[in-house]
């Protein structure tokens, strides 16, 4: 009997949830997709069940099933059932459909260089971009680090969230845990931050990465 070889057979790629190149529907934009995703942020956040509501406001679950999906425009005496069901203002339902979403363009040269906490001597970090309070409830640091003969060697950075580094010049010997990493350009790390981590070896240098660190909004 031949030797069964299983490396000829094509591996399982991971599935995800969301599809980057999605484009959204115009339905997806409208006032009542935004009137219901509040509506069901309002119910979950009070810990009520679409039958709850139902039996609270008199409106049938098919109907509070099409206002929160964004299938139906809600009359004005419903939105004010569904206020007084709430005890919120019905204006609160439209907060969404009319908030800003925030973009930040930060031309070549123009980042700005910070000393983060827990930074040590010789790593220059320049922000790449911020945005702060946000409704995706994730605050994201994308940082440009240089790294040069000067610098600490300090494999031993904790902080939470979750990182990406991404090398773009040089080499380094990068830790995380009890496991060591050879990075040269082109070559990424995706970790989690809470362990300890940082550069060990300073192979080629100037060393430069991008490092893109995601934690929880507070």
Same mark, same amino acid.
């Given at each position: ?69 964004? *299938? ?8 004010? *059932? ?137």
């Amino acid at each position: 009997m031949e030797d069964f070889d299983d490396s000829v057979l094509p591996r399982s790629k991971p599935a995800f949830d969301q599809d980057p190149h999605r484009v959204r529907e115009l339905s997806e934009r409208n006032l009542e997709l935004a009137i219901g995703r509040s509506v069901r942020a309002f119910r979950r956040q009070q810990g009520m069940t679409v039958a709850d509501l139902a039996a609270v406001t008199g409106l049938s679950i098919g109907m509070l099933s099409k206002i929160e999906n964004g *299938i139906t425009s809600p009359s004005l005496t419903t939105l004010q *059932i569904l206020s007084h069901a709430f005890s919120t203002p019905i204006t609160s339902f439209f907060r969404g459909f009319e908030e800003r979403r925030e973009v930040q363009h930060v031309k070549s040269g123009q980042h700005l260089e910070i000393e983060r906490r827990g930074t040590r001597a010789g790593h220059q970090y320049h922000l790449l971009g911020h945005i702060g309070s946000n409704n995706s409830g994730v605050v994201v640091e994308p940082y440009l680090i240089t790294l040069t003969a000067s610098s600490d060697i300090f494999p031993t950075f904790q902080h939470d969230g979750i990182e990406l580094l991404y090398m773009l010049e040089g080499e380094v010997q990068y830790r995380h845990g009890d496991k060591l990493f050879h990075l040269e350009p082109g070559d990424s790390l995706l970790f989690d931050a809470d362990a300890q981590h940082g550069p060990e070896q300073l192979l080629k240098l100037p060393a430069r990465y991008l490092s893109i660190i995601s934690y929880p909004q507070a």
